[in-house]
């Protein structure tokens, strides 16, 4: 919505609350509203929306929502994830609410729901971000139990293949023509589309804001990398007064223009969900310079506290679920600069 009438409303004394039903320029505003990165965004939304629909809170959307795509085993997401190079899963995930409490874990093993454990670090530790082993030996303390250290069929296979070539280089969109995320060079043969990371943001009947993010971070990755994902302000953030923002694709370039936190102060100075992405792209090819940045893909999606949502992305290829109401839940293809 327009900042002008936003103003003009809040003056009148409108509450934001009641503001659901007037016209932005994308048109009627959402609330409650869900959106997550890539294809796989459409089951995690429908887990959200129950939460959402039902009055809940935005935290527990956001949590319940990207735990359908941890436990597909079809998924770059969870255990059924690639593996890092020395061929074992390890995972991120960061989650964040309206408070501004977050937290964190970083390359945790034989957890099925990273992102619950995060959860436990915001609410039972003094700290935010938990990695490797205390990480796991927070979650066995806390009673997720420890999975079995082993590939899924798909991920064997992809691992297999990777380590015929042990190639390290980005492809573009890898995730929508191979399967797998910008790293990894090899075609997965089950010929499914996965994707690598979710995403989501989500502001409920209350108005309040939460966002969560998970993944396996890049095929194939260097032991011990972390991406962005599980970094607050990178990965994902979250300010209950203007935004939320997450972000997929190559995380080394997220975390360098601190991706997420840009997008919401970009937000917070007036700009919309869309263009406030549009402008951390353009950082990240300026700060990359456009020929590097043909080599990578990063996608931000952003919602506002006026339930205006919209994504952006470097290449053509990203898309993003959408969804604010039991018969609508959607893809929409992020725009592109490149
Ligand atoms: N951003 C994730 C990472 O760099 C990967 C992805 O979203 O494709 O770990």
Same mark, same amino acid.
């Given at each position: 919505?327009?900042?002008?009438?936003?103003?003009?409303?809040?003056?009148?004394?409108?509450?934001?609350?009641?503001?659901?039903?007037?016209?932005?320029?994308?048109?009627?505003?959402?609330?409650?509203?869900?959106?997550?990165?890539?294809?796989?965004?459409?089951?995690?939304?429908?887990?959200?929306?129950?939460?959402?629909?039902?009055?809940?809170?935005? +935290?527990?959307?956001?949590?319940?929502?990207?735990?359908?795509?941890?436990?597909?085993?079809?998924?770059?997401?969870?255990?059924?994830?690639?593996?890092?190079?020395?061929?074992?899963?390890?995972?991120?995930?960061?989650?964040?609410?309206? +408070?501004?409490?977050?937290?964190?874990?970083?390359?945790?093993?034989?957890?099925?729901?990273?992102?619950?454990?995060?959860?436990?670090?915001?609410?039972?530790?003094?700290?935010?971000?938990?990695?490797?082993?205390?990480?796991?030996?927070?979650? &066995?303390?806390?009673?997720?139990?420890?999975?079995?250290?082993?590939?899924?069929?798909?991920?064997?296979?992809?691992?297999?293949?990777?380590?015929?070539?042990?190639?390290?280089?980005?492809?573009?969109?890898?995730?929508?023509?191979?399967?797998?995320?910008?790293?990894?060079?090899?075609?997965?043969?089950?010929?499914?589309?996965?994707?690598?990371?979710?995403?989501?943001?989500?502001?409920?009947?209350?108005?309040?804001?939460?966002?969560?993010?998970?993944?396996?971070?890049?095929?194939?990755?260097?032991?011990?990398?972390?991406?962005?994902?599980?970094?607050?302000?990178?990965?994902?953030?979250?300010?209950?007064?203007?935004?939320?923002?997450?972000?997929?694709?190559?995380?080394?370039?997220?975390?360098?223009?601190?991706?997420?936190?840009?997008? &919401?102060?970009?937000?917070?100075?007036? +700009?919309?969900?869309?263009?406030?992405?549009?402008?951390?792209?353009?950082?990240?090819?300026? &700060?990359?310079?456009?020929?590097?940045?043909?080599?990578?893909?990063?996608?931000?999606?952003?919602?506002?506290?006026?339930?205006?949502?919209?994504?952006?992305?470097?290449?053509?290829?990203?898309?993003?679920?959408?969804?604010?109401?039991?018969?609508?839940?959607?893809?929409?293809?992020?725009?592109?600069?490149?």
């Amino acid at each position: 919505m327009e900042r002008r009438k936003f103003l003009t409303l809040s003056s009148l004394g409108i509450s934001a609350l009641s503001l659901s039903s007037f016209k932005s320029a994308k048109g009627t505003l959402r609330r409650p509203l869900v959106i997550s990165t890539w294809d796989a965004g459409i089951e995690a939304n429908k887990a959200a929306w129950k939460v959402l629909r039902g009055g809940g809170r935005a +935290l527990d959307a956001v949590e319940q929502g990207v735990m359908v795509t941890e436990s597909s085993q079809n998924c770059c997401v969870g255990l059924g994830a690639n593996p890092d190079r020395d061929g074992i899963v390890t995972l991120d995930a960061c989650i964040m609410d309206e +408070l501004g409490n977050c937290g964190s874990v970083g390359a945790i093993e034989r957890i099925k729901h990273p992102i619950s454990v995060a959860r436990r670090v915001m609410e039972k530790t003094p700290h935010v971000m938990l990695v490797g082993q205390g990480a796991q030996q927070f979650a &066995v303390e806390e009673g997720f139990p420890l999975e079995e250290q082993k590939l899924s069929p798909d991920a064997k296979r992809s691992y297999e293949n990777w380590l015929k070539k042990n190639e390290y280089k980005p492809v573009i969109n890898i995730e929508k023509t191979q399967g797998h995320g910008p790293f990894a060079p090899n075609k997965l043969d089950t010929g499914e589309w996965n994707h690598d990371t979710i995403g989501m943001v989500a502001i409920d009947a209350n108005g309040n804001l939460s966002g969560s993010c998970t993944t396996s971070g890049a095929g194939f990755k260097m032991r011990g990398r972390l991406g962005d994902s599980p970094i607050i302000g990178a990965g994902l953030f979250v300010d209950n007064e203007i935004g939320a923002a997450t972000a997929t694709g190559q995380g080394e370039d997220v975390i360098r223009i601190c991706g997420t936190h840009l997008v &919401v102060e970009l937000m917070r100075q007036g +700009l919309s969900p869309e263009n406030a992405c549009k402008k951390a792209v353009e950082r990240i090819i300026k &700060v990359k310079g456009t020929e590097k940045s043909k080599q990578i893909q990063v996608g931000f999606i952003a919602i506002n506290k006026q339930g205006e949502y919209g994504g952006y992305c470097i290449q053509k290829g990203f898309n993003f679920a959408v969804c604010y109401a039991d018969d609508k839940n959607f893809m929409e293809d992020g725009k592109y600069i490149l």
